[in-house]
């Protein structure tokens, strides 16, 4: 049986899942040298929410970022991680802009772009795949793990076929919540080797303890990458040990072949680092231990913790168990959509306002109307029609949208760059940063021209308080 090979994601996902993305690159340099020397399958350090933590929090241009890192990782490939037809926000964008995303991100030193749509709606994706695709780069699908009567093994080995025939170089299964058990994970990679040839990347998060054990059970069905963080960046919501999943395989039919030494001064050198965090309040104990309550209620780490400040907010932190218990009924009624961002949030948010309500649905977000009217694309399950009603009135009923979201959906890159402009963006990739996060990119365009005239940033427009940090 082939080795397993890892993906290491201290640069992105581990902490996102810890220490909310604010690492500053000055942390990562001193040592992404050595990482370019250990073999991972790729070192996965932009998208996902590092594009707008650098805007907003830590002062930096996320494309000068991926250019930096991307001059040291010389033999590693670099990946990212794109909401599909969202980018890297909330919403639907146009294909032309989605399009130059993609090929800029390539262009600036992505050699890896994992795609997924929340809904695992393949339309919503298949812009950039293509553009994935044309810019000579790996485009890897993930599909988003979730549990629910539609998501039999028949569905994963049917959808894993289409994901071929749509272009994909590789399939990701991205459980961003921990729920799957060891023994589904063989199941599930036995039947996705059914439905493809394309490699299969594993990826999971610890949050209910199970994760290490889910590796070795989809090592053993033949899973080709798992994902993986160095040690002090490990466990609780992040993904297991690249430390210990390589100790584990060593001199098994699974050995990644990775050498211990050169993980060892990863791992030292990201210690006293993860020490700091824990001293400054940036890393909370709270999210180290095991919750299995995500397998009760689906909920991902960064969902709970959002519900969580909702209630506080109102006064109303007692009724988290009521919340929770509302969850699985909210994602029944709107089509068992699996919960990730922005789904995640919707269902969450909508829970909260049905249990603080006392009525369901008496009050609902934008978020979870566009949701039923088919803004997000196709849920798996049909949605409780008396609840859409209820949510989205009698008289909007027929004005559900079916085709693919993003055909309804204007080109935009012209508007985006003259907005831009006006605000300060100096190039296409400030374009492609105002269009994805508009406030924020402003704000950071006056603070970097703030820093460039020498004017005192703390006189500076800082809209929103987002500058200086």
Known sequence: MAKVQIME?????AGQSLIATRMPIEEMLPIVDTMDQVGYAAVECWG????DSCLRFLHEDPWERLRVLKSHFKKTPTQMLLRGQNILGYSHYADDVVDRFVKKSVENGIDRIRIFDCLNDLRNMKTAVKATKEAGAHAQIAL????????????WEKIASQIEELGADSLCIKDMSGLLRPQQAYELVTALKRGTKLPIDLHTHYTSGQASMTYWKAAEAGVDIIDCATTPFA???????????VEAFRGTAYDTGLDQNLLKKIS???TPYREECIKNGLLSTKVLGVNTRTMLYQVPGGMLSNMIKQLADQGKSDKLTEVLEEVPRVRKDLGEPPLVT????????QAVMNVLMGERYKMCTQQTKDLCLGKYGQTIKPMNEEVVEKVIGKENMSKRITCRPADLIEPAMEKFTKEAKEHGAESEEDVLSYASFPQVATDFFKWRQAQKTKVDVTKADTANGAYPA
């Open 342 to 349: 922005p789904s995640s949030q919707i269902v969450g948010t």
């Open 235 to 245: 466990l609780g919501t992040s993904q297991p040990s690249t430390d210990v999943m």
């Open 268 to 270: 030292d050198y990201f």
């Open 9 to 13: 994601t201290v640069l992105r996902d």
């Open 144 to 155: 988003v793990y979730t549990l629910g009567d539609a998501y039999t093994l028949e569905y």
């Open 48 to 51: 996902g929410a590092t594009f």
